[in-house]
């Protein structure tokens, strides 16, 4: 069992900067792939970004590549999401989530979900 929990959300003006966290508990010792997601109200929920157990490897949809970054800590089990240039578009409620593939978290097979934690950016 693996509990992810989010925060970091909030409201920003246009322009702004965010930085989300995800703290992973439980089984830490299976490699995790972990990502981040995004649900506006009315819309499917949608992929964000991506990064392997070991970080090397990144995924990022198109609207937030350039702009947001991912990024990993296993010492302290924490994932990150560094969002720059901020969009009104980008207001969603953010899910951190992990899967064993990161193939298939790219394709929204996720194991885990975290509650998610709303961001809001402002025109």
């Known amino acids: 069992q693996v509990q992810l929990v989010e925060s970091g959300g909030g409201l920003m003006q246009a322009g702004g900067s965010l930085r989300l966290s995800c703290l992973a508990s439980g089984r830490t010792f299976a490699r995790y792939a972990m990502g981040w997601f995004r649900q506006a109200p009315g819309k499917e929920r949608e992929f964000v970004a991506a990064i392997s157990w070991s970080g090397g490897t990144t995924y990022y949809t198109d609207s937030a590549k350039g702009r947001f970054i991912i990024s990993r800590d296993n010492a302290k089990n924490t994932v990150a999401l560094q969002m720059n240039s901020l969009k009104p578009e980008d207001t969603a409620i953010y899910y951190c989530?992990?899967?064993?593939?990161?193939?298939?978290?790219?394709?929204?097979?996720?194991?885990?979900w975290g509650q998610g934690t709303q961001v809001t950016v402002s025109s």
């Open positions: 989530a992990a899967d064993l593939s990161i193939t298939g978290l790219r394709g929204g097979g996720v194991d885990y």
